[in-house]
């Protein structure tokens, strides 16, 4: 079975999923952050700002084309006519964007390397890059501020995608994974290792 969606529905799935992982992440940062040591808090840190920063780029680059449909659909015109009368309070997000898709590129995306394989760190990104959990987390609450917007004008249309998506999902066919034979292999390669290198000192490696 094929999920078959036109232009606007397929924006509209990938922002709604943008902003669901966006929440998701959000949440779980808030759970979690003071129940891990220090070392491994700031592992868990740097995974879910990444991860914040990941669907935030992705929404950034969605709505992008969202807008583009202005003139196939009279609610995506009002959308865009809402977006310019209010283009001062977005006007932070404008400047952060290129900003928010280098470090995607960079330091996810390509992750430490950009587009020619240079090796790039931290201290290569421009310095007002937002690089905390208070600056992603002030940049994706604004994007699902105007998410709000979007799910209020294709309200119908987006609960449409969602009852798709449902009905595609409940179809797919289950694949029966043989789990005794996977952990079977992965021992015996483990063994294999050990034999050949000696165990190793995970606790070196968990910061």
């Known amino acids: 079975m094929e999920l078959k969606f036109n232009k606007l529905e397929q924006s509209l799935f990938i922002l709604f999923r943008c902003v669901a992982n966006i929440e998701a992440t959000k949440k779980m940062f808030i759970?979690?952050?003071?129940?891990?040591?220090k070392d491994r808090k700031d592992n868990f840190?740097?995974?879910?700002i990444n991860n914040l920063?990941?669907?935030?780029?992705?929404?950034?680059?969605?709505?992008k084309y969202l807008r583009k449909l202005?003139?196939?659909?009279?609610?995506?015109?009002?959308?865009?006519?809402?977006?310019?009368?209010?283009?001062?309070?977005l006007k932070k997000l404008r400047i952060a964007k290129d900003l928010i898709i280098g470090y995607r590129n960079k330091l996810i995306g390509h992750y430490y390397r950009d587009d020619k394989g240079n090796f790039i760190h931290f201290s290569d990104l421009p310095e007002n890059t937002?690089?905390?959990?208070?600056e992603i987390f002030y940049y994706s609450d604004l994007?699902?501020?105007?998410?709000?917007?979007?799910?209020?004008l294709f309200e119908s249309e987006l609960d449409e995608v969602l009852k798709k998506t449902r009905e595609y999902e409940i179809k797919i066919p289950t694949i029966e994974i043989d789990i005794e034979a996977l952990d079977e292999e992965l021992d015996k390669f483990k063994d294999i290792v050990r034999e050949q290198y000696g165990e190793i000192n995970k606790k070196k490696y968990s910061n």
Not at 45 to 48: M, P, R, T
Not at 145 to 150: G, H, K, Q
Request: hydrophobic share 35%; aromatic share 20%; no cysteine.
């Open 53 to 63: 920063y990941l669907f935030t780029y992705h929404f950034i680059q969605e709505e």
């Open 130 to 134: 937002p690089k905390t959990d208070v």
């Open 31 to 37: 759970r979690k952050k003071n129940d891990f040591e």
């Open 70 to 89: 202005y003139s196939e659909n009279k609610k995506v015109k009002e959308y865009v006519d809402f977006y310019d009368e209010n283009k001062e309070i």
């Open 143 to 152: 994007l699902n501020t105007l998410f709000v917007v979007i799910a209020k």
């Open 45 to 48: 840190e740097f995974i879910a």
